[in-house]
């Protein structure tokens, strides 16, 4: 038997970077099942060079069209101010903010060795403090209204590894770090901020999925969106990888490990496979899980 339709009318969601690729999706799928959308983008390229408001126009038509409504908006959330613009949109358009879906995002891809500092801001400025700057100006108003649902897009490039991304993988990180300790502080007031590691053929992707890029399309992306963002959804600080249809959750485990109360460098290297070894690993919600395993082995 097949669950209950999920539906969001009256929900607020903005999505950043939904003039394309995966946040249209991510905004048709909920602007379908009845969310007022932001749809947020400032149409640039892939590298984050340039800019038009046409992108998210486009979108808002194509969510008008199907008998939604949405709002576009084409500010950068790059900045403090891009983000506070664009809280004040929902805020103006819809009243208020029920949900922010924080997908925008560039690359500037080359390997380490050829990565230039400059290389770096430009990534951790939309991607990281992107997400910071659009949820931080409307975390209090989802405090105060008791309720919220965040989600951070990452990358199995940042969870994983992978060549020529230091910077993307390095901002995608942060994006895990900042969501699980808002999944923690914003837990008593009905907030839950969840992380998507994505694969999917978009513009971004084009490039390097392969022969099999058709069954990788951003609408099996989508409903693992709707269904974080949504009020019966109870996770909280969890990670999920999902690509053409397979989904699985990524979690980051904590080995037994050694206790050894005269630990040296060469007891270490005699017992590094026993501190490697995942048997009855344990998965920490916080770092007070952890410490309190540390605290239980102590004299
Ligand atoms: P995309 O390039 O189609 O979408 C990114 C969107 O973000 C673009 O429309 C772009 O204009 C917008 N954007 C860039 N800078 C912005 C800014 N400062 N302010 C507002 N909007 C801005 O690429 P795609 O694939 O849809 O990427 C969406 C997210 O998913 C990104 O965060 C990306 O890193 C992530 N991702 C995608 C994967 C994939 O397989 N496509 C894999 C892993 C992560």
Redesign the pocket.
């Known amino acids: 038997m097949s669950a209950s339709p999920l539906s969001f009318d009256g929900r607020v969601a903005i999505i ?2 939904a ?5 249209r999706s991510h905004a048709l799928e909920l602007a379908r099942r009845g969310a007022l959308v932001v749809v ?5 390229s ?1 590298d ?1 060079t340039g800019g038009s408001t046409t ?1 998210a126009e486009s979108v808002v038509q194509e969510i008008e069209a199907l008998g939604g409504t949405a709002v576009a908006n084409t ?4 900045t403090p101010e ?1 983000g506070e613009a664009v809280v004040q949109t929902a805020l103006d358009t819809f009243g208020k903010v029920d949900i922010i879906i924080n ?4 690359l500037r891809d080359t390997s380490f060795k050829n990565m230039t500092a400059e290389m770096l801001d430009p990534v951790l400025d ?2 990281l403090r ?1 997400a910071f700057n659009v949820t931080r100006p409307a975390w209090s108003l989802m405090r105060d209204q008791g309720y919220g649902r965040i989600i951070n ?5 940042g969870l994983f590894g992978n060549f020529g991304q230091a910077n993307y993988g390095a901002a ?1 990180m942060g994006l895990v770090g900042l969501a699980r300790v808002l999944a923690v502080e914003g837990h008593k007031n009905g907030i839950r901020v969840n992380v998507i ?4 053929r ?4 084009e490039e390097i999925l392969g022969d099999k890029a058709d069954q990788l399309g ?1 609408e099996l992306i989508s409903p693992l969106v709707a269904y974080l963002a949504h009020e019966s959804c109870d996770r909280n600080g969890a990670i999920y990888s999902v ?1 053409g249809g397979r989904i699985a959750r990524v979690f980051l485990g904590v080995t037994p490990g050694v206790m050894d109360q005269s630990l040296t460098a060469e007891s270490i290297a005699d017992s590094i496979d026993q501190i490697d070894d995942t048997d009855d690993f344990f998965i920490p919600a916080r770092l007070n899980d952890e410490i309190r395993v540390i605290y239980g082995a102590l004299s």
């Open positions: 950043t970077g003039g394309g690729g995966l946040g947020n983008d400032l149409g640039g892939v984050g992108a500010d950068s959330i790059a891009g997908n925008a995002g560039i939309v991607h992107g897009t990452t990358s199995g490039a995608k590691a994505p694969i999917a978009t513009r971004m992707t951003p690509g």
